[in-house]
């Protein structure tokens, strides 16, 4: 039901930061979770960051977690995934996300997605 577009995405050196951000449209996006996740070519989409409708609750996998924070700004439709120290297997594209279920993990429980981002981390 929400549209949504990510950027932020480009070349990093390994151990900077960039953040990503998504935009999404709609009327229901404060009633979303909302997640970020990657897929490197050959290989599966991967969850990498939950947050709940209300920003209140938020989820990782285990590879980011201490270095990538996700965030969100319901007054302006806006959710963000800080990336700090990166490393070269972060490099993928990102996709924005939006479900309508509580803390939900895999591909098939998101029923929103953006146009992907491109990440690349050179060591």
């Known amino acids: 039901q929400v549209q949504l577009v990510e950027s932020g995405g480009g070349l990093v050196q390994a151990g900077g930061s960039l953040r990503l951000s998504c935009e999404a449209s709609?009327?229901?996006?404060?009633?979303?979770?909302m997640g970020w996740f990657r897929q490197v070519p050959g290989k599966e989409r991967e969850f990498v960051a939950g947050?709940?409708?209300?920003?209140?609750?938020?989820y990782y996998t285990d590879s980011v977690k201490g270095r990538f924070t996700i965030s969100r700004d319901n007054a302006k439709n806006l959710v963000y995934l800080q990336m700090n120290n990166l490393k070269s297997e972060d490099t993928a594209v990102y996709y924005c996300?939006?479900?309508?279920?509580?803390?939900?993990?895999?591909?098939?429980?998101?029923?929103?997605w953006g146009q992907g981002t491109q990440v690349t981390v050179s060591s």
């Open positions: 947050i709940s409708p209300n920003g209140g609750v938020t």
């Open positions: 709609g009327r229901t996006f404060r009633t979303y979770t």
């Open positions: 996300a939006g479900s309508t279920l509580y803390k939900p993990r895999a591909t098939t429980d998101f029923g929103s």
